[in-house]
C-alpha cells in the first residue's frame, strides 16, 4: 500500500442550535477585531441571530451563483474600504464561495457556517465565472479556518434545494471513490459520507422539521467534502462543472441529475467502488441503491428540467471530453459522453448506459 494523503489544517465544529456561541468563539480565537460577515440577503436574519454579538463593521448580501468576477471584485473593495480582518460566511456554497473569492487576493481568515449540503467550506478550491466560464483553482488561503455546522441552520432550506444539495454531497463522494488521487482515507470517508446521507436524506425528505435528519446530512456533506478535496475531480464532478459554468445551470440539482448515469457508466469498470457504494447503501448494486434513494426522496430527474437544451448536447460533449481525466476506470470516448448526456438530459434509465460501450 503506497499513497500520499493530505489532511488540510482546520477545525471543525457541530454545535446544534449553538452557532451564535461557536461562531464567537472561533471568532476570538483568530482574534477577529473587524468582521465582515457575507450572507445572501435570504440569509440575512439568518446571519445576524449568528453574528449578533461579533464586532460586524460590513454585512454583504450581495451573493451571486458560480462567484462572477465582478461580485467577487465588489466584494474585494468593501473588505478592503472597511479595514475588515475576519470573515464570517454564513449560507450555501455560493456564499462560501464569494468569501473564498475575497480570502484568494487579501488572505483573510473565514470562519464558514454552512447552511446547504454543498461542502465548499471543507475544501481549498475555489471558482470565479467569467463570461460563461468557471476557473477553480486550489489555494490554501481559502481553506476556511474553521466551519460551524448547526444543523438548525438547514431547517429553513425547503426540501427539493434539500434532496438536491444532499446528492450534491453523495456526488462527492462517488466521485472521490475514482478521482484522479483517490486513496483508501477517501475511500473510507466517501462510504461512512454515503452511508450517512442515505440515513439522513430520506428522514429530510419524510420530517423536514426533524433535526437528526439534518444532522446525518450535514455530518455526511462534511465527510463528502473532504473525500473530494483530496482525491480530486472525477469525471462526475468535470461534466458538472462544464455543464455549470457554460449554460448556468443549477448546481445541486445539476449533479443530483447526472450522478446516476455516470455511476451507471463507471461502475462495470470499478468494481471496488461499486461493492463500496452498494456496501454503504445497503443495496446488492450501487445502481440499484441510488436509484432506490432518489426514488424516496424524489429526486431532480432530467436536465431539461433544469435550463439545459438537447441543441446544447453536441458543444458541452466536446468541452467535457478536453477534462475528462485520463485515470477515469472506463474509456470516455464522444459517442459514450453524447449518449450519456442525453440520457441525462431525458431523464432516461441510467442503466442503457450500463452496458459496453457502443
Ligand atoms: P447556493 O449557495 O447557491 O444556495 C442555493 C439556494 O438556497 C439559494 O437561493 C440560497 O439563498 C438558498 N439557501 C441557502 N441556505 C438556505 C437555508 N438554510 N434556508 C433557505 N434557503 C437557503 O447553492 P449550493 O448548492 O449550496 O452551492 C452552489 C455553489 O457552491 C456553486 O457555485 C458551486 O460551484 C459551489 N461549490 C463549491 C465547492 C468547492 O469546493 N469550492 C463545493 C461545492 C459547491
Same mark, same amino acid.
Given at each position: %500500500?503506497?499513497?500520499?494523503?493530505? !489532511? ?27 468582521? %465582515?460577515?457575507?450572507?445572501?440577503? @435570504?440569509?440575512? &436574519? ?22 462572477p468576477v465582478a461580485s467577487a471584485e465588489r466584494a474585494r473593495t468593501?473588505?478592503?474600504?472597511? &479595514? ?13 464561495? /464569494?468569501?473564498? @473569492?475575497?480570502?484568494? !487576493?487579501?488572505? =483573510? ?31 490554501? #488561503?481559502?481553506?476556511? #479556518? ?28 462517488? +466521485?472521490? /471513490? ?11 470517508l466517501a462510504g461512512e459520507g454515503i452511508r450517512a446521507l442515505a440515513?439522513? =436524506?430520506?428522514?429530510? @425528505?419524510?420530517?423536514? @422539521? ?24 472525477? =469525471? ?11 449554460? +448556468?445551470?443549477?448546481?445541486?440539482? !445539476? ?25 454503504? /447503501? ?9 436509484? #432506490?434513494?432518489?426514488?424516496?426522496? +424524489? ?17 458541452a460533449v466536446q468541452a467535457i471530453l478536453e477534462v475528462v481525466p ?11 459522453? #453524447? ?20
Amino acid at each position: %500500500m503506497r499513497f500520499e494523503h493530505e !489532511t488540510l489544517a482546520q477545525r471543525v465544529c457541530f454545535a446544534p442550535g449553538e452557532a451564535a456561541v461557536a461562531v464567537r468563539a472561533e471568532a476570538k480565537r483568530l482574534g477577529g477585531s473587524r468582521v %465582515m460577515v457575507i450572507a445572501a440577503t @435570504a440569509e440575512a &436574519d439568518l446571519a445576524e441571530k449568528v453574528t449578533a454579538e461579533l464586532p460586524v463593521v460590513l454585512r454583504h448580501e450581495e451573493v451571486v451563483m458560480h462567484v462572477p468576477v465582478a461580485s467577487a471584485e465588489r466584494a474585494r473593495t468593501a473588505a478592503a474600504a472597511h &479595514d475588515v480582518d475576519l470573515l464570517v460566511s454564513i449560507g450555501g456554497g455560493s456564499t462560501t464561495g /464569494l468569501a473564498k @473569492a475575497v480570502a484568494l !487576493t487579501s488572505g =483573510l481568515p473565514i470562519v464558514a457556517v454552512p447552511t446547504t449540503y454543498a461542502g465548499s467550506e471543507a475544501t481549498s478550491v475555489w471558482g470565479l465565472t467569467e463570461e460563461a466560464r468557471k476557473t477553480t483553482g486550489v489555494d490554501a #488561503r481559502v481553506l476556511p #479556518r474553521a466551519i460551524v455546522y448547526d444543523a438548525t441552520l438547514t431547517l429553513s432550506l425547503p426540501v427539493p434545494m434539500s434532496v438536491a444539495s444532499g446528492l450534491n454531497a453523495l456526488a462527492h463522494c462517488v +466521485d472521490s /471513490l475514482w478521482a484522479p488521487r483517490t486513496d483508501p482515507v477517501d475511500q473510507t470517508l466517501a462510504g461512512e459520507g454515503i452511508r450517512a446521507l442515505a440515513t439522513g =436524506l430520506p428522514a429530510v @425528505a419524510s420530517a423536514p @422539521a426533524g433535526l437528526e435528519g439534518r444532522e446525518q446530512v450535514l455530518y455526511g456533506a462534511y465527510l463528502s467534502a473532504l473525500a473530494f478535496s483530496s482525491a480530486g475531480s472525477g =469525471l462526475h464532478h468535470k461534466i458538472c462543472h462544464v455543464l455549470g459554468g457554460a449554460y +448556468d445551470l443549477p448546481h445541486a440539482q !445539476t449533479h443530483a441529475v447526472v450522478l446516476p448515469y455516470v455511476l451507471a457508466f463507471n461502475a462495470p469498470a470499478a468494481p471496488d467502488a461499486e461493492r463500496r457504494i452498494a456496501h454503504s /447503501l445497503g443495496a446488492p448494486s450501487a445502481l440499484e441503491g441510488l436509484q #432506490r434513494l432518489r426514488h424516496a426522496v +424524489d429526486a431532480p430527474k432530467a436536465l431539461r428540467d433544469h435550463g439545459f437544451q438537447e441543441a446544447d448536447i453536441d458543444d458541452a460533449v466536446q468541452a467535457i471530453l478536453e477534462v475528462v481525466p485520463a485515470s477515469n476506470p472506463r474509456p470516455v470516448t464522444p459517442n459514450a459522453l #453524447r449518449q450519456l448526456l442525453r440520457a441525462a438530459w431525458q431523464g432516461a434509465d441510467p442503466l442503457t448506459l450500463s452496458g459496453e460501450e457502443s
